[in-house]
Nanobody, 118 residues
């Protein structure tokens, strides 16, 4: 069972930076996708960035060129570096891991609040 705990959220001024971390307990192996999602008040949860077991990355259009997803070599931590933050980046950010093969599963963290102020 993979468990995830996010940290690093907080209040930051527009134009600033934050680095979110997601601590992973349990083993991640095989084919998987790690990701960061966010949910703003009154909106649906949306994908922000993903990182596959093959090291491929994908970013939502609003964050391209500003955010970067990465992981440590042991797959015990997932990171989201957020630069040039905008007011519209305000949301609860969730860490996610989806196992695809040989075991399928989905794990979510509890979320961390990011608030961008003007």
């Amino acid at each position: 069972q993979v468990q995830l705990v996010e940290s690093g959220g907080g209040l930051v001024q527009a134009g600033g930076s934050l680095r979110l971390s997601c601590a992973v307990s349990g083993s991640i192996f095989g084919v998987y996708v790690m990701g960061w999602y966010r949910q703003a008040p009154g909106k649906q949860r949306e994908v922000v960035a993903t990182l596959s077991s093959g090291d491929g990355t994908n970013y939502a259009d609003p964050v391209k060129g500003r955010f970067a997803i990465s992981r440590d070599n042991d797959k015990k931590a997932i990171f989201l570096q957020m630069n040039s933050l905008k007011l519209e980046d305000t949301a609860v950010y969730y860490c996610n891991v989806r196992g695809l093969h040989p075991v399928t599963y989905t794990s979510w963290g509890q979320g961390t609040q990011v608030t961008v102020s003007s």
